[in-house]
């Protein structure tokens, strides 16, 4: 089963190019968390920026980095980068002692947020290292 990397890789490069034509050029990051199938959200841009980043490490063609980009820059909106007000009823809940700032909401129009794209610091400070941009790095940070 696994003598075959060659398989592998055109099945990984077939589903690039459908999320390549369907995600990136659509701009249609939706659907990939298991309670909410099709519906607009931020880890639909983060699955896009795993599976962009692994198809750029095995080609190194700018088509992928384009796409990696592209996601990732999808994905950060979702972040909230500034504090505000948030007014909770309950006395032990996170926002009653901390800031949203670094938080971002799940879906588009729901009422969940959580701090999911911290871990994606990883893949924001290698797109630091491959394009030399400041700003994933700081990102990251």
């Known amino acids: 089963m696994y003598d075959r990397p060659e398989a592998y890789r055109q099945s990984a490069l077939r589903a690039g190019e459908w999320a390549h034509q369907n995600t990136f050029r659509l701009m249609e990051y939706r659907g990939s968390t298991c309670d909410n199938t099709d519906i607009t959200d931020n880890e639909s ?14 080609t190194g063609e700018q088509r992928w980095l384009d796409a990696l980009i592209g996601a ?35 879906t588009l129009g729901g ?26 790095r700081d990102y990251a940070a």
């Open 72 to 106: 990732a820059d999808y994905a950060e909106t979702w972040t909230y980068c500034w504090s505000f007000p948030v007014e909770c009823p309950w006395p032990n809940h996170p926002f009653t002692k901390n800031p949203i700032s670094g938080q971002s909401p799940v």
């Open 111 to 136: 009422g969940g947020g959580d701090m999911y794209m911290a871990a994606c610091a990883y893949v924001y400070y290698r797109l630091y290292v491959i394009t030399g941009d400041r700003h994933y």
């Open 45 to 58: 841009g983060i699955y896009a920026i795993f599976g962009f980043l692994a198809l750029y490490d095995l």
